[in-house]
């Protein structure tokens, strides 16, 4: 994980999230569970560079969907909790979270939209732990034992390279200010 402390910013991978900075910067400002907490737009932003390059119609060996690599069921599941706690945004009607179909994860907007809601829910369950958070997302809530991450490689690797990627794009907010 030591190999990700050092991550630069390519031009590249600026370019790749410019197109969603509106929904990362609208979806991470809801409070989903608690009044007042949000979700880290850069979070969003190294999870999304980490888990498809910004590529929306991103497909994974696991079936894995979009920008941020949703699976259908949890997305599923998470568009289910999302209405059920009477959510209500812009960009995506309650009707397409009713009708959520595989092909509609490759829609920024609902792939966000869940994503920031899946990760909101993590971190209160993890209290905001970076580690837990990514391992939840990447091996599943029933992963975690003792509040340490599994050891797998590739939630290990995914842990090392949004933490990464958190660092720089924070150095590069510090640099614009």
Known sequence: MRKYLYVELSQHQRAAIQ???HLILYFSSLSYFRPGYTVNPDFIRALMLAESGGNCLAVSGKKALGLCQL??????EAA???????GRVRYVSSERLQTLKPADLFEP???ILLTCYLVAKYNQV???????VVAAWNAGQGSIRNGQPPKYPETMNLIGKVNGLLLALNKRGRAAQ
């Open 19 to 21: 197109p969603h900075e």
């Open 126 to 132: 993890y209290e905001g732990r970076l580690d837990l």
């Open 80 to 86: 289910d909790e999302f209405l059920a706690r009477g």
């Open 109 to 111: 907007a609902v792939n």
């Open 71 to 76: 699976l259908y069921p949890t997305a599923r």
